[in-house]
């Protein structure tokens, strides 16, 4: 499969590829912990990030999102498929073997702001362990770069000597913040980065994070179930259900103009604070599939209420749609279903 038509009208590089990324997490039973078989997190995912974007990837939770994350930053080994990176003009393999040399440029901002700070650590060594690791040895240059960086995500530099429990969840998002722009990285991984905060603090980061991009240069992946806050950062947006992208567009084109069922469903959910323009709520029917048994043919077909015979028995390949080469869709009848798509205020 390949994703050449979406370049068409933007020549900017693209920073990041991936290309037919699997992750399969062996099932293991008894007394010699036999594998019996694999839930399929990754199936099959291909996406470019281009230099200074940020692409949403959006779903359902347990449709892969974070895993596909955490296997581009190799934090989990892939299954198979290939990842690039751009590193200065140069076009190089992601794997075990080159990541230590990529660190610099690709950082990992965690959901939970607790639980991926080490509590026995000051935020000085927090910010400064990437630092050290990299082997920028001056105390001084350590110290100066920490404050710049507690300046740029709006905190003080009186909270160098501070430990996680004493700030606010909103506080130490902010420190894994400064701690993922440490190496100044050209990518930046954003893993569900405001949803474990209070609404109130979600779009004081948000804006954050939009300032830091424009004041840095960043290119960001943000993987989110908010569609209204993918809405407000979001250059483009991939959709993925059940470990595959179903739909890959522009922010606009997605939210006016979807063409996946699945799309128009995440839609349907999203409250609208104005009561004359109310849309009808898609119920879908069913569970989940399975993602150690998936259906045959659309993965969405069981749940899906325009679902024909082929749909359950050919996977529908992620395609251009009505001659848009920039709307991708994984749906056989993405051509002829006339769905509803949403205006955020």
Known sequence: MTLKAIEKNDHRQNLLEVNDLYKYFPIQRGVFRSTVGHVRAVDGVSFQVKSGETLGLVGESGCGKTTTGRCIIQLETPTGGQ??????????????KTIKSLRRDMQFIFQDPYSSLNPRMTVERIIAEPLITHGIKNKTERRDRVLELMSAVGLSGDHLSRFPHEFSGGQRQRVGIARALALNPKLVICDE????????VQAQVINLLQDLQEQYGLTYLFIA????????ICNRVAVMYLGRIVELTDVDELFSNPKHPYTEALFSAIPIPDPDNQLEQIILEGDVPSPSNPPNGCSFHPRCRYAQSICRQEEPALTVTDGKDNHLVACHYAAELALRGIRIA
């Open 83 to 96: 990842i690039f990176f751009n590193k200065d003009g140069t076009r190089v393999p992601v794997n075990p």
């Open 225 to 232: 179930h908010d569609l209204s806050v993918v809405y407000h």
């Open 193 to 200: 980065p405001v949803s474990a905060l209070d609404v109130s």
